[in-house]
């Protein structure tokens, strides 16, 4: 998810009540940008894995940034390589997890 989409799919999922789950290639730490607008991305990117009921990672590198730059809690992320096989489908099990999670926590 690019950061300009974050509060747009937030509203979403609080409205509807759905599961947010992002997506993201690097962190503005990881780019290495500085200023006030890096903060304002880095705010973004925060709010948006903070929020996410699941947070993917496409790199070792990107996850451990969520981890230690942005303080993601770490059963939020899975790494998923955009380039690998099957990596539609290992999304899409992530969203279904989170649906039958909820479902069963509904009954």
Do not use: C
Not at 18 to 32: A, D, H, M, W, Y
Request: no cysteine; glycine share 8%.
């Amino acid at each position: 998810m690019d950061w300009t989409a974050i509060p747009g799919g937030v509203a979403l999922t609080k409205t509807y009540d759905i599961p947010l789950v992002v997506k993201l290639q690097s962190t503005e730490n990881e780019r290495g940008f500085q200023g006030d607008h890096a903060e304002v991305i880095s705010e973004l990117e925060w709010d948006g894995a903070f929020e996410a009921d699941l947070a993917i990672a496409t790199s070792e590198g990107t996850k451990n940034s969520l981890l230690f730059d942005l303080d993601v809690p770490e059963d939020k992320l899975e790494i998923i390589d955009p380039y690998g096989p099957e990596w539609e489908e290992k999304v899409l099990n992530g969203y279904r997890n989170l649906l039958k999670q909820e479902k069963e926590v509904k009954h």
